[in-house]
Structures are given as structure tokens and as C-alpha cells.
């Protein structure tokens, strides 16, 4: 199994920042790409931004400009630097990986959510 611990939720007002991180452990052979998503209340679980493990980025159009995602293959890590936080990207965030571990094939993984809260 993979398992993918996110840090760094919290509360801030508009127009502040946040730094979400997110390690992933396990018998991995193989990370392809590192994902976040969000889901706010009453709302569907949507892509915020991906990263492949060869560093090409794509980001929703309601996060481009203020949002970065970086990842550090050697240590299995993803992280998603939030500026300009607006009270619209409250929601709990999810890190996503799709990997292969030493004695399975392909699979999705989830994190279990940190909470992110933007005051107005």
C-alpha cells in the first residue's frame, strides 16, 4: 500500500497563503503524477493541479496564477504553494498519486484531506 500524509491546512484570511505538503511512503517502485484536488462542501471533488514526474504542470483555471505545485521525486514528495487565497478555495484538499509499488500494478491513492479555510 501507499500511504500519502498531507500537512499544512489551516485557516487564513483572503489574500494570505498557505503551503500544503504531502509525502508519500510505501514499498513504491514508481511514482507517475502527483496530483491536488479539493472538495468544498455541498461540491464535487475537483482537480486543482498535477504534476508528472517529469515536472510538467496543469492547473484549473480558477487556481492559474496564484497556485504552484512542485514535487520532489526523490522523496516522494508534492507540495502546492496557495497565494492569494480567496474565500472560494475553502475546501478540504486531497493529495492524489498514481503509482506502481514493488509487487502490484498501477493504482490510484488518496490522501485523507487537510482542511483549508479562507476568511473574508
Do not use: H
Amino acid at each position: 500500500q501507499v500511504q500519502l500524509v498531507e500537512s499544512g491546512g489551516g485557516l487564513v484570511q483572503a489574500g494570505g497563503s498557505l503551503r500544503l505538503s504531502c509525502a508519500a511512503s510505501g514499498s513504491i517502485l514508481s511514482i507517475n503524477r502527483m496530483s491536488w484536488y479539493r472538495q468544498a462542501p455541498g461540491k464535487q471533488r475537483e482537480l486543482v493541479a498535477t504534476i508528472t514526474s517529469g515536472g510538467s504542470t496543469n492547473y484549473a483555471d480558477s487556481v492559474k496564477g496564484r497556485f504552484t505545485i512542485s514535487r520532489d521525486n526523490a522523496k516522494n514528495t508534492v507540495s502546492l504553494q496557495m497565494n492569494s487565497l480567496k474565500p472560494e478555495d475553502t475546501a478540504v484538499y486531497y493529495c492524489y498519486a498514481y503509482a506502481i509499488l514493488t509487487y502490484d500494478s498501477w493504482n490510484n491513492y488518496w490522501g485523507q484531506g487537510t482542511q483549508v479555510t479562507v476568511s473574508s
